[in-house]
């Protein structure tokens, strides 16, 4: 049983790509990382003795940090953090468990540099409808959370990345966009190891929407839709992406937990559904 200042792999698990996720801090020792060199989604990596400058930043919010088996390092940091005031829990096993469960890694070298601000940057072209939305949700939720994006014109998004140190995404000849029939979104899933069933599923509905086969998945139809819809609702990207990030996390959470269930009329004379 885990000890009031832990959490365990399925407790955390079960928090990943959800709005309210905690920041999670990887505290390993090189030596240690170098061994399995991936990352829990969204976690970043800074000196266990030095994590006391971190707490300003984490003010207000839920923090876990882990090591690589959740001993003395992730619990001596995290309870400097508690010091600071700042509500910090310990991974129980560390990142052997977690890796041990079979739970998603992210590969470091997979994620592009961050600027001075900690922040990954990724520039796309203007207007976004599927796919320019569906890979900034993903960051968000599995990469960098404080990720930034910019919005430019198609003729511009090469040059913008290489005068800005950003990453292009869903343009023609770079890395991360379309490969043969799989789209960006496709492409970010297997670069980044997000290979659960949940993302093979959320991936097939992105990828029928953003390529116009529907047949795929019966869901495809109504994403793009919504987010034809949303596109109409917002003059400005960046708005717009903040209020699709909603669409995309309840379509992960039907894809992770609802699939096998139904909706009929008359309602049943009981029913249930899960929060957790």
């Not at 939720?141 to 005068?163: E, G």
């Not at 029928?208 to 998945?217: I, M, S």
């Not at 109504?222 to 909603?246: F, H, I, K, N, P």
Request: charged share 25%.
């Amino acid at each position: 049983m885990p000890s009031p200042t832990e959490i365990t792999v399925p407790q955390l698990s079960r928090l990943i790509a959800t709005p309210g996720a905690p920041v999670i801090i990887d505290a390993c020792i090189d030596a240690d990382f170098d061994l399995d060199p991936r990352l829990i989604p969204t976690a970043f990596r800074h000196p266990f003795r030095d994590v006391a400058t971190l707490a300003p930043r984490l003010a207000g919010r839920r923090v876990v940090v882990y090591c690589q088996k959740g001993g003395k390092i992730s619990q001596g940091a995290a309870a400097i953090l508690r010091d600071q005031g700042i509500v910090a829990e310990t991974l129980e096993g560390g990142q052997v468990a977690w890796a041990a469960a079979g739970e998603m890694l992210i590969p470091a070298a997979s994620i592009p540099n961050t600027n001075t601000d900690g922040r990954t940057v990724w520039v796309t072209r203007q207007r976004p409808k599927i796919d320019r939305i569906a890979c900034p949700w993903l960051i968000r939720r599995f990469i960098d959370p404080n990720a930034q994006f910019l919005f430019v014109a198609a003729s511009q998004v090469v040059d913008v990345a290489d005068k800005f140190d950003a990453t292009p995404f869903d343009v023609e000849d770079v890395f991360w966009s379309h490969r043969g029939e799989r789209c960006t979104f496709d492409t970010m899933v297997e670069e980044f190891a997000l290979n659960t069933d949940a993302m093979q599923r959320l991936a097939t509905i992105v990828r029928g929407a953003d390529t116009d086969r529907h047949d795929l998945a019966p869901q495809s139809a109504g994403l793009l839709a919504a987010s034809l819809g949303l596109s109409r609702m917002y003059r400005d990207d960046l708005e717009q992406l903040e209020a699709s990030m909603v669409l995309y996390d309840a379509y992960y959470r039907w894809a992770r937990d609802a699939v096998d269930e139904t909706h009929d009329w008359p309602a049943p004379s009981s029913s249930s559904s899960s929060l957790a």
